[in-house]
């Protein structure tokens, strides 16, 4: 040994062991992290250490400075002894000792970095082989045993060298008992650990089989409860941490690592395949275990949870469900001591409709609610729409209940009330999770945190109906004679749309099912219309948007990609819409209508007036698909050129030209008759009355005959033909003139020809107006022809009354009048009485819910909404901009109005038959609609405040009440009576 030799063994003996004793690690982690090692966890100031408090990064730059004190010893030993490997081996032995004696680590990261530079192939086989075992076995301390082993046996059969042989087997012994003596990293929990570093450790710690709950599923491996819980947690919400064990998965690993316990006892719990999906819930079928307090215990509970997925009562519940033989997961959870637990639906499931939360609770554990030996307390909580954030929002919103809201409690018991709106809350916040699937949930609370322990979709709650934009299409109870031809109309052109994006995607959506009726009042199944949008790839708020001008976000753009051929397909048909309409009106619209105008009813036998009904059916068929595309093509033409609607004319719609025609009429009746003779009118009847008695009024009595002849194909609902035209009944024309010629409106502002980007949006516009025109029309034929078909079965005294035909369906006037046998009338007029008297029932309803959930029909008795508090704003979508203040009349079915004064209107839905109290009033709320219906365009025509779409509107507030209307945010402010005593309505000045 050469004197250098001398000097390179001194400084490998001195300076290996004070490498391997500087902290680096330590020092890194807190810098990068702010955790001191050795005041945290086991003290040890190691990678794995620094992986479990510091994070990712910090665990990185661990390595990177112990593969650099490992790589630099052996360099060292190398430089002065490049002949003598085994001092590369003795660095690396005084390396380990150093961190093991000053720095509290094992060296391992130091050793596995030192034996690759020294010889990478004996590292690389070694890596190989203890890699593969520990794969195969799951045991990281087999794993480590077996790679202390390899390395001295790999590298006596590649050097055959005793001294560095022996030197190897001095290292890995070192390091093994090491291990001995610090306590290991890896068995600190996981959960307390950063969450970026848990994948590694769970994969280190050999429990990779274990599927940790905090982190979204697949319900195909690990069953629908597992996989909600799993992304429950992950989203944020209280569940309680636990695995879950695939089906038929050895519990060896979870048996390994569980220390049930009296005072941390553990749950299990299970989650088959078909359990908790949409359609089938298989409560209570399989079975589960609580008060876990022992390995024993524990085992034997997961082999039993396992095996009751093959008890009989399991095997007849699937045989009764047509459900696949799929198998059962279990789920291993910390056990929660409830002080106060229970269950809640986030929505009725009796009522079926409303927004009461039903809670049942006990003092105690939640299987006593759920076990059904106890009575529980039960509460209804009323959560309003406002209370919990919008979808679009919902993901980044708190669950916990804010100070600042107090919710409505309904019963009484010993659960405190806060803890009861907390629950009612996290369920209703749920719901809005799932897009408004209603939940069932199990909680229970600790005395200091309320816990989600399970939260599954209510099945008999399935599908969701919504009523608003129903009511838009169909206002009002509706008649069986309009429901059977008004139904297969909407849903075959909205089937013919979706069909023509989805393209074969569209197989198996039943889209007859997209409309219903609850209690004689329309829905449409936001079900499956949910279903329909997820599979083209927009989000959920689009129905909205495309019906009503709601705000819409823009979907990703993968699933536009995809849907692109589709799309295309259907802007297409948005590009040639104009030209087919012009080409079909020309070829069959207008001819048609004419031949219709030119034929009397009364010349027609049965027979015969069916074939014109069945034509103009053939025709509505058509005109239908324009009257849906068309407003959709104007909807998104407006909102992608952003294009305001004061810079529209909606003169092609005739309503508003039949509106601005009344206009004139009343300005020619101000400048005809004096003073005295206006003063007289205050309705229709003394309009009426001093027009016959005026010299001049002869003329004026001609421009409203004419006026009629002109427009009286309109009626107050245009899409219900059940309902008279203002040709049978000019009543409502009358009435509205008067108030015109009574109460003069603004005058109305001149709108330029619209140029650019606003002549696109105008030419959808005016085909709008056509289309409806000739919609309306071909609708006032299709009631004329039916009437003239009752008149003749009245006269032959089949039916007692003429309007008792719209109790039929179009089926059975067809079987009446081509029928083989001979219709059984007194059979029918029985059926016709009964219907009668269920369409009075129905619409009486003090209120119609906007959501029905499940296929039957809501219960009748429902609670009544309480009224808003003083001070509450309601949200809507802003409509016509202003901003008023003054007292509100609810009005939930069309009535003369006796007050005198001014008033803001709250109504239910707007038609045309609401024009004359439009016309009276200062603002307008209603329950349904959007910036493109009817009442939004008339509100804008009066040049009133409006908001639309605010949920229960005639319900939360009532008649005298005051309020602060902003038409331009959507908001409805209640405002303190007390400050407003005058009875004049007042204009805000904000």
Same mark, same amino acid.
């Given at each position: 040994?050469?004197?250098?030799?001398?000097?390179g063994?001194?400084?490998?003996?001195?300076?290996?062991?004070?490498?391997?004793?500087?902290p680096?690690t330590?020092?890194?982690?807190?810098?990068?992290?702010?955790?001191?090692?050795?005041?945290?966890?086991?003290?040890?100031?190691?990678?794995?250490?620094a992986?479990?408090?510091?994070?990712?990064?910090?665990?990185?730059v661990?390595?990177?400075?112990?593969?650099?004190?490992?790589?630099?010893?052996?360099?060292?030993?190398r430089y002065?002894?490049?002949?003598?490997p085994?001092?590369?081996?003795?660095?690396?032995?005084?390396?380990?000792?150093g961190?093991?004696?000053?720095?509290?680590?094992a060296?391992?990261?130091?050793?596995?970095?030192?034996?690759?530079?020294?010889?990478?192939?004996?590292?690389l086989?070694?890596?190989?082989?203890?890699?593969?075992?520990?794969?195969?076995?799951?045991?990281?301390?087999?794993?480590?045993?077996?790679?202390?082993?390899?390395?001295?046996?790999?590298?006596?059969?590649?050097?055959q060298?005793?001294?560095?042989?022996?030197?190897?087997?001095?290292?890995?012994?070192?390091?093994?008992?090491?291990?001995?003596?610090?306590?290991?990293?890896?068995?600190?929990?996981?959960?307390?650990?950063?969450?970026?570093?848990?994948?590694?450790?769970?994969?280190?710690?050999?429990?990779?089989?274990?599927?940790?709950?905090?982190?979204?599923?697949?319900?195909?491996?690990?069953?629908?409860?597992?996989?909600?819980?799993?992304?429950?947690?992950?989203w944020?919400?209280?569940?309680?941490?636990?695995? &879950? #064990?695939?089906?038929? /998965? !050895?519990?060896?690993? +979870?048996?390994? %690592? *569980? @220390?049930?316990?009296?005072?941390?006892?553990? $749950?299990?719990?299970?989650?088959?395949?078909?359990?908790?999906?949409?359609?089938?819930?298989?409560?209570?079928?399989?079975?589960?275990?609580?008060?876990?307090?022992?390995?024993?215990?524990?085992?034997?509970?997961?082999?039993?949870?396992?095996s009751?997925?093959?008890?009989?009562?399991?095997?007849?519940?699937?045989?009764?469900?047509?459900?696949?033989?799929?198998?059962?997961?279990?789920?291993v959870?910390?056990?929660?001591?409830?002080?106060?637990?229970?269950v809640?639906?986030?929505?009725?499931?009796?009522?079926?409709?409303?927004?009461?939360?039903?809670?049942?609770?006990?003092?105690?554990?939640?299987?006593?609610?759920?076990?059904?030996?106890?009575?529980?307390?039960?509460?209804? &909580? #009323?959560?309003?729409? /406002? !209370?919990?954030?919008? +979808?679009?929002? %919902? *993901? @980044?919103?708190?669950?916990?209940?804010?100070? $600042?809201?107090?919710?409505?409690?309904?019963?009484?018991?010993?659960?405190?009330?806060?803890?009861?709106?907390?629950?009612?809350y996290?369920a209703r916040h749920?719901?809005?999770?799932?897009?408004?699937?209603?939940?069932?949930?199990?909680?229970?609370?600790?005395?200091?945190?309320?816990w989600?322990?399970?939260?599954?979709?209510?099945?008999?709650?399935?599908?969701?109906?919504?009523?608003?934009?129903?009511?838009?299409?169909?206002p009002?109870?509706?008649?069986?004679?309009?429901?059977?031809?008004?139904?297969?109309?909407?849903?075959?052109?909205?089937?013919?749309?979706?069909?023509?994006?989805?393209?074969?995607?569209?197989?198996?959506?039943?889209?007859?099912?997209t409309?219903?009726?609850h209690?004689a009042?329309?829905?449409f199944?936001?079900? +499956?219309?949910?279903?329909?949008?997820?599979?083209?790839?927009?989000?959920?708020?689009?129905?909205?948007?495309?019906?009503?001008?709601?705000?819409?976000?823009?979907?990703?753009?993968?699933?536009?990609?995809?849907?692109?051929?589709?799309?295309?397909?259907?802007?297409?048909?948005?590009?040639?819409?104009?030209?087919?309409?012009?080409?079909?009106?020309?070829?069959?619209?207008?001819?048609?209508?004419?031949?219709?105008?030119?034929?009397?009813?009364?010349?027609?036998?049965?027979?015969?007036?069916?074939?014109?009904?069945?034509?103009?059916?053939?025709?509505?068929?058509?005109?239908?698909?324009?009257?849906?595309?068309?407003?959709?093509?104007f909807?998104?033409?407006?909102?992608?050129?952003?294009?305001?609607?004061e810079?529209?004319n909606?003169?092609?719609?005739?309503?508003?030209?039949?509106?601005?025609?009344?206009?004139?009429?009343?300005?020619?009746?101000?400048?005809?008759?004096?003073?005295?003779?206006?003063?007289?009118?205050?309705?229709s009847?003394?309009?009426?009355?001093?027009?016959?008695?005026?010299?001049?009024?002869?003329?004026?009595?001609?421009?409203?005959d004419?006026?009629?002849?002109?427009?009286?194909?309109?009626?107050?609902?245009?899409?219900d033909?059940a309902?008279?035209?203002?040709?049978?009944?000019?009543?409502?024309?009358?009435?509205?003139?008067?108030?015109?010629?009574?109460?003069?409106?603004?005058?109305?502002?001149?709108?330029?020809?619209?140029?650019?980007k606003?002549?696109?949006?105008?030419?959808?516009?005016?085909?709008?107006?056509?289309?409806?025109?000739?919609?309306?029309?071909?609708l006032?034929?299709?009631?004329?022809?039916?009437?003239?078909?009752?008149?003749?079965?009245?006269?032959?005294?089949?039916?007692?009354?003429?309007?008792?035909?719209?109790?039929?369906?179009?089926e059975?006037?067809?079987?009446?009048?081509?029928?083989?046998?001979?219709?059984?009338?007194?059979?029918?007029?029985?059926?016709i009485?009964?219907?009668?008297?269920?369409?009075?029932?129905?619409?009486?309803?003090?209120?119609?819910?906007?959501?029905?959930?499940?296929?039957?029909p809501?219960?009748?008795?429902?609670s009544?909404?309480?009224?808003?508090t003083?001070?509450?704003?309601?949200?809507?979508?802003?409509?016509?901009?202003?901003?008023?203040?003054?007292?509100?009349?609810?009005?939930?079915?069309l009535?003369?109005v006796?007050?005198e004064?001014?008033?803001?209107?709250?109504?239910?839905?707007?038609?045309?038959?609401?024009?004359?109290?439009?016309?009276?009033?200062?603002?307008?709320?209603?329950?349904?609609?959007?910036?493109?219906?009817?009442?939004?365009?008339?509100?804008?025509?009066?040049?009133?405040?409006?908001v639309?779409?605010?949920?229960?509107?005639?319900?939360?507030?009532?008649?005298?009440?005051?309020?602060?209307?902003?038409?331009?945010?959507?908001t409805?402010?209640?405002?303190?009576?007390?400050?407003?005593?005058?009875p004049?309505?007042?204009?805000?000045?904000?």
């Amino acid at each position: 040994m050469t004197l250098t030799q001398v000097w390179g063994a001194f400084l490998i003996f001195v300076l290996s062991p004070i490498v391997g004793g500087l902290p680096l690690t330590g020092w890194s982690t807190w810098l990068l992290s702010g955790q001191r090692l050795r005041r945290v966890g086991t003290g040890n100031v190691g990678v794995s250490a620094a992986f479990y408090h510091g994070g990712k990064l910090a665990g990185v730059v661990a390595v990177l400075l112990e593969a650099a004190k490992g790589i630099g010893v052996v360099l060292l030993a190398r430089y002065y002894f490049p002949t003598e490997p085994v001092w590369e081996i003795i660095a690396l032995i005084g390396l380990v000792m150093g961190r093991y004696w000053f720095a509290k680590g094992a060296g391992t990261t130091n050793v596995v970095w030192g034996v690759a530079v020294y010889d990478w192939v004996t590292a690389l086989l070694t890596f190989m082989l203890s890699g593969l075992g520990f794969t195969i076995f799951r045991e990281r301390r087999q794993g480590r045993l077996l790679s202390l082993v390899l390395l001295p046996l790999i590298t006596a059969l590649r050097h055959q060298d005793g001294a560095l042989v022996l030197a190897m087997t001095c290292l890995s012994v070192l390091i093994g008992w090491i291990y001995q003596k610090l306590p290991d990293d890896l068995d600190l929990p996981e959960e307390e650990g950063r969450l970026e570093s848990r994948t590694m450790f769970r994969f280190f710690r050999g429990d990779r089989s274990l599927v940790a709950l905090d982190q979204p599923l697949d319900a195909a491996k690990f069953g629908q409860k597992a996989a909600t819980l799993g992304q429950l947690r992950a989203w944020g919400y209280p569940v309680p941490r636990g695995y &879950v #064990l695939p089906a038929g /998965d !050895d519990p060896t690993a +979870l048996l390994a %690592i *569980a @220390e049930p316990s009296p005072t941390q006892p553990l $749950a299990v719990r299970s989650s088959a395949l078909d359990e908790d999906m949409g359609t089938a819930s298989a409560a209570g079928v399989y079975q589960s275990f609580l008060n876990i307090t022992d390995q024993e215990g524990l085992a034997a509970a997961i082999v039993r949870v396992f095996s009751s997925y093959n008890a009989p009562r399991a095997k007849e519940y699937r045989q009764s469900q047509e459900l696949p033989e799929q198998g059962l997961a279990v789920i291993v959870q910390q056990q929660v001591r409830g002080q106060f637990s229970g269950v809640a639906f986030s929505r009725d499931p009796i009522a079926r409709c409303g927004d009461a939360v039903i809670i049942e609770a006990l003092p105690g554990g939640a299987d006593q609610v759920v076990g059904g030996q106890v009575t529980p307390e039960q509460y209804r &909580v #009323l959560v309003q729409p /406002d !209370d919990v954030p919008p +979808l679009a929002e %919902i *993901a @980044e919103a708190d669950w916990h209940l804010s100070d $600042a809201l107090t919710l409505t409690v309904e019963g009484e018991g010993q659960t405190p009330s806060r803890l009861l709106q907390q629950v009612a809350y996290l369920a209703r916040h749920l719901e809005s999770r799932y897009q408004g699937v209603p939940q069932d949930i199990e909680w229970t609370y600790d005395g200091e945190t309320l816990w989600l322990l399970q939260s599954r979709p209510v099945t008999t709650l399935h599908p969701l109906w919504t009523r608003k934009i129903a009511a838009e299409v169909i206002p009002g109870a509706i008649r069986p004679l309009t429901w059977s031809i008004n139904r297969p109309l909407t849903c075959g052109v909205w089937g013919e749309i979706f069909t023509v994006v989805l393209g074969d995607r569209a197989q198996g959506l039943d889209f007859e099912a997209t409309a219903t009726l609850h209690h004689a009042h329309a829905y449409f199944n936001a079900t +499956l219309l949910g279903n329909i949008f997820r599979r083209m790839g927009l989000p959920p708020e689009s129905l909205e948007f495309l019906t009503r001008g709601a705000k819409f976000s823009r979907p990703p753009l993968k699933s536009t990609l995809r849907n692109l051929p589709g799309l295309l397909r259907l802007v297409g048909r948005e590009l040639k819409l104009e030209q087919e309409f012009a080409q079909e009106n020309r070829d069959r619209f207008a001819p048609t209508l004419q031949s219709l105008a030119d034929t009397p009813t009364n010349t027609l036998n049965p027979a015969e007036l069916l074939d014109r009904i069945e034509t103009i059916l053939d025709l509505l068929k058509r005109v239908t698909y324009y009257n849906i595309l068309g407003p959709l093509s104007f909807a998104l033409r407006r909102a992608l050129f952003k294009v305001p609607e004061e810079s529209l004319n909606p003169m092609q719609n005739a309503e508003i030209a039949a509106l601005d025609s009344l206009r004139a009429i009343a300005h020619d009746i101000r400048q005809t008759l004096s003073t005295p003779e206006l003063n007289r009118i205050t309705d229709s009847s003394s309009l009426m009355t001093a027009l016959a008695e005026s010299t001049d009024g002869e003329s004026l009595l001609k421009e409203m005959d004419q006026f009629v002849d002109q427009y009286g194909y309109l009626s107050p609902v245009g899409t219900d033909i059940a309902v008279a035209t203002w040709q049978e009944n000019p009543g409502p024309v009358r009435e509205l003139l008067a108030q015109f010629v009574k109460q003069p409106p603004a005058p109305k502002t001149t709108t330029s020809s619209p140029t650019g980007k606003a002549a696109l949006v105008q030419q959808r516009l005016d085909l709008k107006g056509q289309v409806n025109t000739i919609y309306n029309r071909l609708l006032a034929e299709l009631r004329w022809s039916i009437l003239a078909l009752a008149t003749q079965w009245q006269e032959q005294r089949h039916l007692q009354e003429r309007d008792d035909i719209f109790f039929l369906t179009l089926e059975e006037i067809q079987a009446r009048v081509r029928g083989n046998v001979a219709p059984n009338w007194t059979r029918m007029r029985g059926k016709i009485g009964d219907r009668k008297a269920q369409y009075d029932q129905d619409r009486q309803l003090p209120a119609v819910p906007y959501l029905v959930f499940g296929n039957e029909p809501p219960s009748r008795d429902l609670s009544p909404m309480p009224s808003a508090t003083v001070q509450q704003k309601l949200s809507g979508i802003g409509a016509s901009a202003g901003i008023v203040a003054g007292p509100v009349l609810v009005m939930t079915q069309l009535e003369t109005v006796a007050t005198e004064g001014p008033f803001i209107l709250v109504v239910p839905y707007t038609d045309a038959g609401w024009a004359p109290l439009l016309a009276r009033a200062q603002g307008l709320i209603a329950e349904v609609g959007g910036r493109l219906s009817h009442g939004a365009i008339i509100a804008r025509e009066y040049g009133i405040p409006a908001v639309m779409d605010v949920t229960n509107a005639t319900q939360r507030l009532h008649s005298g009440q005051w309020v602060r209307l902003n038409g331009e945010t959507g908001t409805v402010e209640v405002l303190d009576p007390a400050a407003h005593q005058p009875p004049a309505l007042e204009a805000s000045q904000d």
